[in-house]
């Protein structure tokens, strides 16, 4: 089974979710990649258990952008486990601390990519499959989306439900000044293992097949992809540099992140739920970090605040009250 259209999923996320202000280094590396496509080898390396859907998979993927490769530190494992005694989300803390990059001009390409050109095209609505011609056989699509709702939460609600995505209740325990950034979701991108898209797979793969052979000077093929369900859902609020962002994967096999050394973790309960809380001062700006996993619905959750974060932890433990 390849890896591509779920590399390319995962780029979407790191891309949308990058803050203009700063940047924290992530280490993406072959020893983390390779607890989600592992080999057999003579190596140990962490697996996960098959999935049935291929969503499944791409859903992992994004949790590993959390993660990093670096060792962890002594006694600093949190694990969630199910009614089944299955771990579904495992915190660890880094040995290692944060890099800040600031971000300066000096960082953006020179040149558009091909994903920039296709990023050109996108509407508010749309799944765009693509194809750059790369010389190989068969085309290989890639995907990118516009699919945030920038107006309200009542609006980010309906496409909630008109998509299947995961609920993400609306925090009424909010402090004054946040305001409503966007709310999005994930389509679930056509793959030809993936019962539900396969056909639609099948037909953007003719489509490109066909165009590249009847247009042999054309170096860029893009189409509109047809979408109507979602796994994962995204809820954002702000207040000047201060983020709130919700976070929602459904049907996951399992959740791994590693949070750089200047955190501290321990578990709550909060409402009968089992909650991972974390929390950190980097660099003069407050961190912190929630997740737990909904068994009724089969969903994991995470709440994150970053930038300048004027926020008592009391008032980051009601807002996570609100949405358990």
Same mark, same amino acid.
């Given at each position: 089974m390849g890896s591509k259209p779920f590399v390319d999923q995962l780029e979407v996320i790191k891309q949308q979710s990058l803050q203009n202000h700063q940047i924290e280094a992530v280490q993406i590396t072959d020893t983390v990649m390779a607890k989600i496509d592992a080999s057999p080898s003579n190596k140990a390396v962490r697996r996960f258990q098959p999935a049935r859907r291929i969503s499944v998979y791409a859903s992992v993927l994004l949790v590993v952008l959390l993660a990093s490769a670096t060792v962890y530190g002594a006694n600093s494992i949190i694990q969630i486990r199910n009614q089944a005694g299955e771990v579904k989300i495992q915190s660890g803390i880094s040995d290692t601390g944060t890099v800040m990059i600031p971000y300066t001009d000096e960082n953006a390409p020179v040149q558009p990519t091909d994903r920039d050109r296709v990023l050109a095209m996108i509407k508010p609505g749309q799944l765009l499959a693509y194809y750059a011609r790369d010389g190989s056989s068969e085309p290989t699509m890639q995907f990118v989306h516009d699919t945030r709702i920038h107006t309200s939460y009542a609006d980010f609600e309906q496409l909630l439900s008109r998509t299947a995505a995961p609920m993400i209740k609306e925090p009424t325990s909010l402090p004054a000044g946040f305001?409503?950034? @966007? *709310? *999005?979701?994930?389509?679930?991108?056509?793959? /030809? +293992? /993936?019962?539900?898209?396969? =056909?639609? @797979? *099948?037909?953007?793969?003719?489509?490109?097949? $066909?165009? =590249?052979? &009847?247009?042999?000077? +054309? /170096?860029?093929?893009?189409?509109? &992809? $047809?979408?109507?369900? &979602? #796994? !994962?859902?995204?809820?954002? @609020?702000?207040? *000047? @540099?201060? #983020?709130?962002?919700?976070?929602?994967?459904? #049907?996951? !096999?399992?959740?791994?992140?590693?949070l750089p050394a200047e955190y501290s973790q321990n578990t709550l309960n909060v409402g009968g739920m089992e909650v991972i809380f974390a929390s950190a001062n980097i660099h003069g700006f407050t961190r912190y970090h929630a997740i737990w996993y909904d068994e009724t619905q089969l969903t994991h959750y995470e709440v994150t605040v970053s930038g300048d974060a004027d926020m008592t932890e009391e008032q980051f433990m009601l807002i996570v009250e609100d949405l358990v």
């Open positions: 305001a409503f950034l @966007y *709310g *999005g979701v994930f389509p679930l991108l056509p793959h /030809d +293992q /993936d019962e539900r898209t396969s =056909a639609e @797979y *099948g037909r953007l793969l003719e489509l490109f097949r $066909q165009k =590249a052979a &009847a247009e042999p000077e +054309q /170096d860029l093929f893009v189409e509109e &992809a $047809q979408w109507s369900e &979602a #796994n !994962i859902s995204e809820l954002e @609020y702000e207040k *000047g @540099y201060m #983020n709130l962002r919700i976070t929602a994967w459904k #049907n996951m !096999i399992r959740s791994e992140s590693t």
